[in-house]
């Protein structure tokens, strides 16, 4: 048996995956990434999982693909990321020196998950498409001709970080307006507030404090009748399909694919995203481009993803 191992690094969690080229996680662990105080501790305890499952498993490891915040194609480095017991480092090159193996590949979560999508899920047949990750923030993968974006940097594609609003919302990059924060579980919930003092209060989870609402909240209200929360998805909705507008005109993909809790609300998200899209693109390209709910299991998505940097380069 030939397979890859996919690695998650989040900032609370790191998860690994044996994968097959076919898709299927045959063996699987995850570990506190906040049980290293720095990288080098980190990188040891990374390395440990890595051999127990190597040492466990029959048949021939051909790689090592890594999915984390800020991570660099080019350098092999994690540089600047939030929520992590290092704020930069040199995974590649570290792991390689520590694991004597040389195929070892990183990418941002993001763009793993857009190559989960392109080798496991429905981009299978798509050469040109872009992934939208809608969680906590905005994270996006753009493919193009079959390959990558990631530009001279090795950062290209950020485009939860374009300006959807301009002086809008304070972001936590330090810029106002940018995308995600009105297009994430983050940025509805935002919107909840904001249109609820509009409402003087009248909503039927009115009650609810922020740092216990979520999107899901905001999605059982909506369908149960509530005028308010309906609203959030259609300017949601309305907010993401123009910038999607824009992401068309600039690289002309035949689907965007999105993924992340928010996109699980199905129609109420779908609908006026397409419409506000269709509304805002050029002529040219009206009627053309998909928006699809990603296929990628939604609790193996960053495992998958990562595992896809192997085969993909392979």
């Not at 097959?20 to 305890?45: C, E, P």
């Not at 990558?148 to 809008?168: I, K």
């Not at 300017?235 to 824009?246: E, H, M, Q, V």
């Not at 481009?289 to 380069?313: N, Q």
Request: hydrophobic content about 40%.
């Amino acid at each position: 048996m030939q397979y890859a191992i996919g690695i998650d690094i989040g900032g609370t969690n790191t998860k690994l995956g044996l994968v097959t080229q076919d898709g299927v996680i045959h063996k699987s662990t995850s570990f506190s990434t906040r049980a290293a105080h720095d990288f080098d501790s980190y990188a040891k305890l990374l390395c440990k999982e890595i051999n127990s499952i190597i040492a466990t498993s029959s048949g021939t490891c051909l790689g090592i693909g890594i999915g984390a915040p800020n991570a660099n194609y080019h350098t092999g480095s994690i540089e600047f990321a939030p929520n992590m017991p290092f704020v930069s480092a040199p995974m590649v090159s570290e792991l390689q020196k520590i694991l004597h193996l040389e195929k070892i590949y990183l990418t941002n979560d993001a763009n793993a998950a857009a190559l989960g999508e392109k080798i496991y899920g429905g981009a299978k047949d798509i050469s040109d498409f872009i992934m939208i990750t809608l969680g906590t923030g905005l994270g996006s993968g753009i493919v193009c001709d079959n390959k990558l974006l990631y530009g001279s940097t090795g950062f290209a594609g950020e485009l939860g970080h374009t300006v959807a609003v301009p002086e809008g919302r304070l972001c936590n990059c330090g810029k106002r307006g940018c995308l995600e924060n009105y297009a994430s579980a983050t940025g509805i919930k935002r919107t909840f507030y904001e249109k609820l003092a509009e409402y003087n209060g009248k909503s039927s989870i009115a009650h609810i404090p922020f740092d216990k609402m979520t999107s899901k909240i905001i999605e059982d209200a909506a369908r149960d009748g509530d005028i308010l929360c309906k609203e959030c998805f259609d300017y949601t909705g309305f907010i993401l399909g123009r910038s999607f507008a824009d992401f068309v005109e600039f690289s002309s993909p035949k689907a965007i694919f999105l993924f992340g809790g928010l996109a699980k609300s199905r129609e109420l998200i779908f609908e006026p995203t397409k419409a506000s899209m269709e509304r805002h693109l050029l002529k040219v390209f009206r009627n053309k481009v998909e928006i699809l709910p990603s296929l990628l299991p939604s609790s193996d998505a960053a495992v998958l993803g990562a595992s896809a940097l192997v085969w993909e380069t392979l």
